[in-house]
Nanobody
């Protein structure tokens, strides 16, 4: 399985960040995998942003939920992150990942495949 992030690397404050993850070697509709976005600001730890499940449900970090949307295009085997009203604090490396989840309870078990990451800078 391979994941590849793509999108705009420079975003102005208050605008919307948009990144797409293209998946190869596996379908985003296969149970029981979730497809996640994670970011890492410079000098800080990883922060989970959210994920979309194999059935199309979405779950978001509560601290970002009001500004976050994760959608998917099953025909292209892609999923997309949109983060609105960005600030310089949103500057980070953004990773898309595959998540192995349990059937029940439907909780993540392992983040087993990662993309290379995409640097996004928020600056005017």
């Amino acid at each position: 399985v391979q994941l590849q992030e793509s999108g705009t690397g420079l975003v102005k404050p208050s605008q919307t960040l948009s990144l797409t993850c293209t998946v190869s070697g596996g379908s985003i509709t296969t149970a029981y995998f979730y497809w996640s976005w994670i970011r890492q600001p410079p000098g800080r730890g990883l922060e989970w942003i959210g994920y979309t499940t194999y059935s199309g449900s979405t779950y978001y970090n509560p601290t970002l939920e009001s500004r976050t949307s994760i959608s998917r295009d099953t025909s292209k085997n892609q999923f997309t992150l949109q983060l609105s009203s960005v600030t310089p604090e949103c500057t980070a490396y953004y990773y898309c990942t595959r998540v192995l989840a349990a059937a029940w309870p439907p909780l993540p078990i392992e983040y087993d495949y990662w993309g290379q990451g995409a640097q996004v800078t928020v600056s005017s």
